[in-house]
């Protein structure tokens, strides 16, 4: 190699200077001194020779790293993105920290070169999450809070909301129960800001199927919804006790009703159009 060449070329130079001065048979103490300082010196010649015939991986810029290591924009990315952490075989893992091109920051475990573990994620627009990775994207449980004051906390699943889990709106409605797609699904419980609370199903963000509602003034509703709107058979009963017996259609009274007392005696009766009451 070109190494050697350069180490067998200095060897013979080393080996003949000194044969010369071994063929003098009386050498003065200055002399001696002279070539003691000449040999020293070639030797660190030699060195550096041998050095810079070798590649330095300290000037690569694709290193094998293992252990802790630092990675800036002088060093390997050019976007201004960097990373400080753990290294193996060129792979973030373990423990870390990336800072993107565009400002947004992870701080967390890393598997394989992608999130994986728990960590927290934050935006450059002031939202963040903290929780659980899998292969890059949130999946398992986290906490995400947005930047308009709302926040999630419960599970996800490929950076959606999906599973189990409470959405706190800044406007102070709650919803705690099921997701899927970023939406609620399935059974849960609406708790709205003026203390109403709505029970049961929901489909796409929507309530869905037979829903309970308790009025924040002791009322209480009992019916069918459909896309997100009173639709079909219902009960409503005042906190007094007064009933209605009758249909919806679209969130407005339609069809046949009866209305009792809190002794259930029929008060009166006859027919809606288009939420217009019609008596018998």
Known sequence: ?????????FTTLLTAIVTM????KTISK?????????????LAIGNMISVAGKESTSL????????????????????????T???????????GLYIYADGDEY?????????????????????????EYLDGERTGQGIFRYKNGDQYSGHFLKGQKSGYGTM????????????ERDMQNGQGKLTKKNKDVYEGQFRNGLLEGLIIIHYADGSKFRGSYHNGKRNGTAVEETASGVRFEGNYRDD???????ERDKNGNVTASGYYENGKRYTN
């Open 1 to 9: 190699s070109k190494t050697n060449s350069m180490d067998r070329a």
């Open 21 to 24: 001065v071994c063929g003098i």
């Open 30 to 42: 200055d002399r001696a001194q002279c070539i003691t300082t000449m040999v020293t010196s070639m």
């Open 60 to 83: 690569r810029m694709e290193p094998t790293m293992k252990g802790l290591g630092t990675v800036s924009y002088s060093f390997r990315w050019p976007d201004h993105s960097s990373f």
């Open 85 to 95: 952490g753990n290294w193996v075989n060129n792979l973030k893992e373990g423990k």
């Open 107 to 131: 701080n967390g475990d890393w598997k394989n070169d992608l999130q994986n573990g728990k960590g927290i994620y934050k935006f450059k627009d002031g939202e963040s999450y903290d929780g």
């Open 168 to 179: 706190s709106w800044r406007n102070g409605d709650i919803y705690t129960g099921y997701w």
């Open 252 to 258: 407005c009274r339609d069809g046949k009703f009866i």
